[in-house]
Structures are given as structure tokens and as C-alpha cells.
């Protein structure tokens, strides 16, 4: 299935895309690790589009196309989620959601997921973690744990 490229408009800033499959498609958004770029996902684009998804990976803000916001602060953690959910509402605005996310991808995938179900109703359907621990876990292990 042919990957094409689009920029869409995240929180405040545009976000360039591989996406694959057919627009109105369930939806699956893949978050890569550092320090990638969308294309660490084309074979997994590729596959979930055959199956019938609409299949996007970003290049989260400050990577490969997307916009490189000068201020530090342009990289907060609500920054990076409202990127994602405004992503998840260009391309399935008022449904769920599949988020997967590998490395620092998964580090922003769970910051959606806390987001999301703190929230009336989610958009989250499954979320995917690849080589990412909770972030509880992280930081028991980061304050605790000598090696």
C-alpha cells in the first residue's frame, strides 16, 4: 500500500505525516522513538492499511518535516498530547483511536493515555507500548533503584 506525506496542523504548529489506508478508515496513530522519524513505521503503515485501518505516523514537533519550535518550553509534555489529539481529530474527529508508541513516542503515547482518561469521554481505544515502561514504573526505578 503507497505511503503519502501530509502536513496537518497540530497545537499550533505543523506536524508532517506518513499516512496510509483510506480516509474514515478506524484509525491508528504510531509515535516513534528517538531519534526517528515516521518512517521508523512504514512497514507497519503498510500493513495496517491492507488490513483496513487508516494508518498515520507523525514526525513528532521538533523531528525530521515537522515545525522545530525554538523555546524549550514548546516541548512540554501538554504540548506534545494536544499535537496528538489534534491529530486524532483531523483524521478521526469524534471516534476512537489506536496510539501506539515506541521509546520516546511511548513516553508521549502514555502522557495521551493519563490525558484521555481523566477526560468525560475517551478517545483512547487500545494503546500499544513498545519499549516504553509506565511512567510510574520509570520513575520508582530512576529514584530507587542504583543500577
Known amino acids: 500500500m503507497a505511503i503519502r ?9 505543523r506536524l508532517h505525516c506518513g499516512v496510509a489506508g483510506e480516509a474514515g478508515a478506524r484509525l491508528v496513530l504510531f509515535l516513534h522513538g528517538f531519534p526517528e522519524f515516521w ?15 487508516l494508518a498515520v505516523a507523525p514526525d513528532l514537533r521538533g523531528y ?3 515545525e522545530k519550535p525554538a523555546a524549550v518550553e514548546d516541548y512540554r509534555a501538554k504540548h506534545l498530547v494536544a499535537d496528538v489529539l489534534a491529530l486524532a481529530d ?33 478517545r483512547l481505544s ?11 514504573t520509570f520513575w520508582r526505578e530512576l529514584t530507587s533503584n542504583p543500577a
Open 90 to 122: 483531523h483524521y478521526a474527529a469524534g471516534r476512537t483511536f489506536v496510539l501506539v508508541g515506541h521509546d520516546w513516542g511511548g513516553a508521549v503515547a502514555w502522557s495521551v493515555a493519563i490525558a484521555d482518561a481523566a477526560k468525560p469521554v475517551q
Open 64 to 66: 525530521n518535516l515537522s
Open 126 to 136: 487500545r494503546l500499544v507500548m513498545i519499549n516504553s515502561p509506565h511512567p510510574y
Open 5 to 13: 506525506h501530509e502536513e496537518v496542523a497540530g497545537a499550533g504548529i
Open 39 to 53: 518512517a521508523a513505521w512504514r512497514v507497519p503503515l503498510g500493513h495496517f492499511a491492507a488490513r483496513g485501518w
